[in-house]
């Protein structure tokens, strides 16, 4: 079983910063992909980023590519998302999840954390 727990969310203004930390706890962690995904009210629940066990590979939404940094350390069992320059539209409840396969889709994903919120003002 793995646990994660999603902390650093709050709000900023447009063009700010904001980075995510996911702690988790289990073994089989550190053999997991993981990925952050978001949800913005009344819409599907979407692909932001994800990371290779290992951390030497990553992917992401082409809507944050080039503003948003997924890493991994996991001496310390924790995933992060870096996310700057950030729009409004980028507002939304942000879930870490680890699974073992290498995916966009959420379905893939077996771990899940509680979310947390993050509000971008204009």
Known sequence: ????????????????????????????FRRNTSGWFRQAPGKEREFVARITSSGITTSYAGSVKGRFTISRD???N?????????????TAVYYCAAGDSWSTDAREYD??????????SS
Do not use: F, I
Request: hydrophobic content about 35%; proline content about 2%.
């Open 1 to 28: 079983q793995v646990q994660l727990v999603e902390s650093g969310g709050g709000l900023v203004q447009a063009g700010g910063s904001l980075r995510l930390s996911c702690a988790a706890s289990g073994r089989t």
């Open 74 to 76: 996991n001496a310390k």
């Open 78 to 90: 924790t995933v992060y998302l870096q996310m700057n320059v950030l729009k409004p539209e980028d």
């Open 111 to 120: 771990y899940w954390g509680q979310g947390t919120q993050v509000t971008v």
